[in-house]
């Protein structure tokens, strides 16, 4: 571990937890003059989730706090046109992290942004706030979302030239217990700086594939969990390049080997209380629960662009590697769409099991949520659950059940997107033509090409 050690400033951890959303402007200036920070990075998410940042110095940091720095709008996917490109960074006091790294005795801090105008109104664009929008209609329904997201990754070598391959250095399964190496290192040093910087991570595994890892992190509200996954996605990456290893949340990145997931756990709290949880309901679950399972079951065809948004995301739904396939729910087995966890209480959730970890957090999080409470405002019920394995019930037992399945493909999820009104409505008209216009043009680059599968195929055969 000589190496992480030398990367992060283990002797100065608790100063690292300073965010925790109760800071104002001024508190965050004097916390980053005090701990002498070099580099200020503000931090956004495009429309498709890529992380993009604009890095600012000790002279800018009061200037970056009042909202004030300008960048190019025109050159972020989806953003904005050149004769409009201008567009402001407006920090959240309460995202500010000082990352425990320590490259060159330098000090980076981050805050994350929302995106303004320059005559100061909210950007469309921003995936921010689409989800921001989401949380004030619970808001006024007297609900708050909590979320919990478990992103899968898989930690792959380079070559002599540095270039990223699809190379594995273990063989590891499920939980298994392997020998100390490269992965089990790597892993355990993403978990410490994680918790360095106020996440609370409560386990970290091997998954079921070759190079594949999980690390969760407790629940939070959903600005919050958003949050921490562009977090998480950020350190998990920058971990790894100091292992020489490349970590790609790409949902399907090896043939025959089970994909990434991103298994969302989601509830609404009315203050203290889960109102997903009833006692004497059925399945103990209230009848607000079930109608949060009904919307989500509603609208599974029309969100799933967001929740899946790559050609390669399809790769990963298919039968045979737990990924669903099916449009159902269950309180037991795990080959449904939507699973009710057995405990109960405070700490009863929905959990979808379809996202990938590719996915804009900010849209996905907006879009479920506001197809939960879709199925709230219209009393909703769900179908009985389905218990049993979905891949082994025959087709005319699932007609007979009226299970349906999700897009086989992008451009049929962008096909259901397109007829489902509710989704135009959370992204809004911006960002619902940007994506489309955009995985519609991937979509069309990827059926042009001629894959080597084809190639080995039918070269020789016709």
């Not at 004030?136 to 030239?161: H, I, Q, R, S």
């Not at 700086?193 to 509200?221: M, N, R, S, W």
């Not at 949050?227 to 399907?252: C, E, G, N, S």
Request: with cysteine; charged share 25%.
């Amino acid at each position: 571990m000589q190496l992480m050690q030398n990367f992060i400033d283990t002797k100065s951890f608790m100063w690292y937890k300073i965010g925790g959303g109760n800071m104002n402007k001024n508190e965050v200036l004097k916390v980053l003059q005090e701990e002498k920070v070099n580099y200020l990075r503000l931090q956004f998410t495009d429309i498709m989730g890529i992380n993009k940042n604009v890095e600012v110095p000790p002279s800018q940091f009061e200037k970056a706090l009042e909202g004030k720095i300008l960048f190019d709008g025109s050159s972020i996917e989806g953003f904005s046109r050149i004769e409009e490109s201008d567009m402001l960074l407006c920090p959240d006091p309460g995202t500010l992290i000082i990352y425990p790294w320590n490259e060159k005795s330098r000090k980076e801090a981050r805050l994350i942004c929302d995106i303004y105008n320059p005559d100061d109104t909210p950007f469309e664009g921003c995936p921010r706030g689409v989800l921001k929008r989401a949380i004030a209609e619970a808001d006024e329904m007297g609900v708050m979302m909590n979320a919990g997201l478990e992103a899968e990754f898989f930690l792959f070598e380079k070559d002599e030239k540095g270039e990223i391959t699809t190379n594995t250095h273990d063989a590891g399964g499920y939980f298994d217990l392997t020998p100390i190496d490269k992965g089990e290192e790597a892993r355990q040093a993403m978990v410490d700086t994680l918790c360095a910087i106020g996440f609370e991570v409560e386990t970290a595994h091997h998954e079921v594939a070759p190079g594949q890892h999980e690390i969760d992190f407790k629940y939070a509200d959903a600005l919050t969990s958003a949050d921490r996954i562009a977090t998480f996605r950020f350190v998990v990456r920058k971990v790894a390049t100091h292992f020489d290893l490349h970590a790609t949340f790409m949902p399907k990145p090896i043939f025959g080997e089970s994909g990434s997931g991103m298994h969302t756990h989601q509830s609404l709290f009315a203050k203290d209380r889960n109102v997903f949880y009833d006692e004497k309901g059925k399945y103990r679950l209230s009848t607000i629960a079930l109608n949060y399972i009904a919307g989500l079951l509603q609208h599974a065809k029309g969100i799933t662009a967001i929740t899946n948004p790559l050609v390669n995301s399809y790769k990963r739904l298919v039968p045979g590697y737990e990924a669903p396939t099916f449009i159902s729910w269950s309180e037991r087995n795990r080959s449904p769409l939507v699973r009710v966890p057995a405990k109960r209480g405070i700490g009863t959730r929905i959990e979808l099991r379809s996202p990938d970890p590719s996915a804009n957090p900010y849209l996905a999080l907006a879009v479920m949520l506001k197809a939960g409470l879709d199925g709230i405002k219209k009393n909703l019920l769900p179908p009985d659950p389905v218990d049993k394995n979905m891949y082994t019930m025959s087709k005319r037992e699932k007609a007979r059940l009226k299970i349906g399945s999700l897009p086989g493909n992008l451009s049929e999820a962008l096909y259901y997107m397109g007829k489902d009104k509710l989704v135009k409505a959370v992204l809004g008209s911006h960002i619902y033509d940007h994506f489309v216009g955009a995985r519609r043009k991937e979509w069309e680059l990827y059926i042009q090409q001629v894959h080597p599968w084809e190639i080995d195929r039918y070269l020789s055969m016709y």
